[in-house]
């Protein structure tokens, strides 16, 4: 594939991000003015290899893309060909369904995406959009050299929606539920925009908490130790047994990217005199602090929502950041000042008869997506007429 300038450009697979130096993935993924996504990094994307949480045993075979132009590498794009659908967050069991039953084989399948990790960002890091629309190539290649049934790109960009879009991949939209700083300030700014009645509640919600003596601690960077590790292990594990069966990430991937990235680690811890009941894991991002994952090991009413939703907006607002992304689903984060929002994922699935069903059905679940999220912005506790 020439380009303007007569150089090649050329794709390959990487079975590993050890195929590639973690400052060519860097520049490539990190770099620009974009605000820092953690996520997108060589350090986390190895941790989840090199801890043995992805791998092709787990149902996660890295088939990372390199794109080279000429001799110089100009595009990289996380790449799974996935045994499952679980770890997604975008669900397509019923996708799966319907083909295996026409006669198909619905996995392995293709995934771009952030392993376990249902927030927005970058997907196709390329030098030139030029680059990001050869991923997008190239990835469908692979989908048709390799025989697999379809190709998946969640948690995408708006702008890398709309060039898939036009590449023509198919669209699909969902809910999440994000806090903004609309000027507030600080948390007295924040509770003082929210309307008399759901300040109220919001007060009562952490009035019980202080009531339960339980005292909240946030632990970031060099204070990190692995005892801090070991009890939010026991967390992770309650949770994972609780809502999915079996945990996705093994307890060496939280030393490893310790190790590799704690300054962009935020604990939130919550204990009762010596002891920690609970906590929550958060990464740091440029301008958004992305809650991650969360457990207990006593229930105990609104500590999920103090320690996961409240602990988050004050962290983001003494520290200068626009944004808290609290993860997928959870309309009950509309009445804690989480807005609803639009996520994206694009999709191609070369059977035509599959293609033009599940167009079908897109169309109609983006226009249900679109009725959802204007009938819950409603529902924000924010003063809409100076109540």
Request: aromatic share 14%; charged share 25%; glycine share 10%.
């Amino acid at each position: 594939m020439p380009d303007g300038h007569q150089e090649t450009l050329t794709l390959t697979n990487l079975p590993s991000m050890a195929g590639v130096a973690k400052e060519e993935w860097d520049r490539l993924a990190l770099g620009g003015e974009r605000p820092y996504y953690p996520f997108a990094s060589w350090d986390f994307l190895d941790a989840l290899e090199v801890s043995g949480s992805v791998r092709p045993e787990t149902g996660w075979g890295p088939h990372h893309l390199l794109l080279r132009r000429g001799e110089h590498i100009s595009g990289v794009m996380p790449l799974y060909l996935k045994a499952h659908s679980r770890g997604e967050f975008v669900f397509d069991h019923a996708w799966a369904d319907a083909y295996e039953r026409a006669g198909g084989r619905y996995y392995p399948k293709l995934l771009g995406a952030i392993p376990f990790t249902p927030a927005t960002g970058l997907r196709l890091f390329g030098e030139t959009a030029e680059d990001e629309a050869a991923l997008l190539a190239g990835a469908r290649q692979i989908t048709s050299e390799l025989g697999v049934s379809s190709l998946h790109i969640n948690f995408l960009t708006e702008e890398e929606k709309a060039l898939a879009e036009a590449a023509g991949y198919l669209v699909r939209t969902g809910t999440q539920y994000r806090f903004c700083d609309e000027g507030f300030g600080n948390w007295a700014g924040f509770l003082a925009a929210l309307s008399s009645r759901k300040r109220k509640a919001l007060r009562k919600e952490r009035e019980g908490i202080a009531k339960a003596r339980i005292e909240i601690d946030w632990v970031t960077g060099s204070d990190i130790t692995e005892a801090h590790l070991d009890l939010f292990w026991r967390f992770y594990q309650d949770t994972g047994a609780r809502k999915w069966g079996a945990p996705y990430l093994t307890r060496n991937f939280f030393s490893v990217i310790t190790e590799r990235m704690a300054d962009s680690i935020l604990f939130v811890m919550a204990r009762r005199g010596e002891q920690t009941i609970a906590g929550a894991m958060n990464f740091i991002g440029g301008d958004t602090l992305f809650g991650r994952y969360w457990g207990c090991t006593e229930y105990i009413p609104f500590l999920h929502f103090e320690v996961c939703y409240y602990q988050a907006i004050d962290y983001a607002l003494q520290h200068g950041l626009s944004y808290v992304d609290a993860g997928a689903q959870g309309e009950h984060k509309i009445a804690r000042g989480y807005q609803p929002v639009t996520t994206y994922s694009v999709h191609h699935l070369p059977n035509p008869s599959f293609h033009d069903a599940v167009a079908r059905y897109l169309e109609a679940e983006r226009e249900e997506v679109d009725e959802a999220i204007h009938y819950l912005q409603d529902f924000t506790p924010f003063r809409k007429d100076g109540a």
